[in-house]
Each structure stands twice: as structure tokens, then as C-alpha cells.
């Protein structure tokens, strides 16, 4: 007795036909030769060499992303210590340019221009009558 079995229409085997004629995997085992390096009888890797290659470019993708946020993460580290340095700076130079502005800092600075400071002498008090003026 027979088997039942679906009958495919034409079209259907045509372009499976065609789909697998232009597929990578073909076209690199008649390029380099894969069968070669597989085995005829272990026909898996060059069947699905197209995922394999997708996976692969995925992967070294991944890594170089990965890559350039290490380097990100070490830029923005090194530009966090180099603006802690300046503001400490900053604050250090804010605080000599406060101290410099005291009275008593300046009489220092001027007394070896031969300047004295007059608070060391009561002020003289000017007395001017009204009528000679």
C-alpha cells in the first residue's frame, strides 16, 4: 500500500531551489572551499555559516562597545581628579586673595615703601571757627 503524503506545488520547491543556490554558504564553500575543511559527510558549519558570521560580526561588535566604555569610564575618572585638583586650587587661592585685603596684611606689605599706619597716632581733630571762614 501507498504512503499518503503532501504533494508540494511547483513554486514552492522552486524557491526553496533558489533560496539555497544564493545563500552564503554556498557561494564561500565554492570560494574557499569549506567542504574541504569540514568533511563532505559534516555539512553543519556550512550550512549555517551565514548565522555563524552574524553571531561573529555581533560579537566583535559587543567587544568594541564594551572597548570604547572602558575607555570612557578611565577619560571621565581622570577628568574627575583633574577638576578635584582645581577646585582645590581655587579655593587656596580665594583664601590667600582674602587674607592679602586685611588692613593688617597691607600695613605689612607697605611699611617697606616707608608708609606707617595711622592708627598707631590718634587722628588730629581740625577745629575751623565760623567766622574766619
Known sequence: MAKNTFKQPERVAKQKKQRRQIRLASWLNDFIGLDRLFGEDNAWPI???DRILWVTFLLIIYIGLNHNAERLVRRIQRTKTQVDELRSQATVLQADYNLSGKQSELSKRVAALGLTD???T????LVVKIDEH
Open 47 to 49: 550550512r549555517h555559516i
Open 118 to 120: 595711622s592708627s598707631l
Open 122 to 125: 590718634p587722628p588730629h581733630k
